[in-house]
T-cell receptor, first 115, second 114 residues
Framework: GENVEQHPSTLSVQEGDSAVIKCTYS??????FPWYKQELGKGPQLIID?????GEKKDQRIAVTLNKTAKHFSLHITETQPEDSAVYFC??????????????FGKGTKLSVIP | NAGVMQNPRHLVRRRGQEARLRCSPM?????VYWYRQLPEEGLKFMVY????????ESGMPKERFSAEFPKEGPSILRIQQVVRGDSAAYFC????????????FGPGTRLTVT
């Protein structure tokens, strides 16, 4: 099955600096890669996603890049703000072999933005 | 448009009791997924359902766990004879179609087994 590795597990940045989180995946057939933000006590919130036919996608201060050859994708947050502090999860979709496509998640990155 | 709803938000059960977790998908979504999250861990897929059908339960423990999504009403994740190791946050997600692109998550149910 699919395996997603995420680094780093914790990340501290000064307000205004950039933050980068990296993920690798194992299944070359995966073709959809979402990123989720989870605040304490809440459910994961989809913040951006990218499909395999696109190399980069940007939404205001957030961007995601995908390298299918190397099987890795990254989340970039520019001009970080204290409200960006949360746990971020990457994920990849792959066929489960049991009749459906499943999302496999990384273990998460706890981002702390220091004012 | 209301998001995915889950209840209860917190559930405390003694060992050996049953836990029932409910999930109402977003309006217009007919695909429901259940995930479990242990502390400091990512989300692990448990089961994928459509109305009246279990499509993929490959992530579900073989014993004590079951799920349903009836024609009317919410999806239910049922855990019988709970043990301490079942303590976790359980999240439900829904999507308008499968492959499961763009899954939207509910706030979760935090189960504590004492």
């Amino acid at each position: 099955g699919e395996n997603v590795e995420q680094h780093p597990s914790t990340l501290s940045v000064q307000e205004g600096d950039s933050a980068v989180i990296k993920c690798t995946y194992s299944d070359s057939a995966s073709n959809y890669f979402p990123w989720y933000k989870q605040e304490l006590g809440k459910g994961p919130q989809l913040i951006i996603d990218i499909r395999s036919n696109v190399g980069e996608k940007k939404d205001q201060r957030i961007a995601v890049t995908l390298n299918k050859t190397a099987k890795h994708f990254s989340l970039h947050i520019t001009e970080t703000q204290p409200e960006d502090s949360a746990v971020y999860f990457c994920a990849a979709i792959a066929y489960s072999g049991a009749g459906s496509y499943q999302l496999t998640f990384g273990k998460g990155t706890k981002l702390s933005v220091i004012p | 448009n209301a998001g995915v709803m889950q209840n209860p938000r917190h559930l405390v059960r003694r060992r050996g009791q049953e836990a029932r977790l409910r999930c109402s998908p977003m309006k217009g979504h007919s695909h429901v997924y259940w995930y479990r999250q242990l502390p400091e861990e990512g989300l692990k897929f448990m089961v994928y359902l459509q109305k009246e059908n279990i499509i993929d339960e490959s992530g579900m423990p073989k014993e004590r766990f079951s799920a349903e999504f009836p024609k009317e009403g919410p999806s239910i994740l049922r855990i019988q004879q709970v043990v301490r190791g079942d303590s976790a946050a359980y999240f439900c997600a829904s999507s308008p179609l499968n492959p499961s692109y763009e899954q939207y998550f509910g706030p979760g149910t935090r189960l504590t087994v004492t």
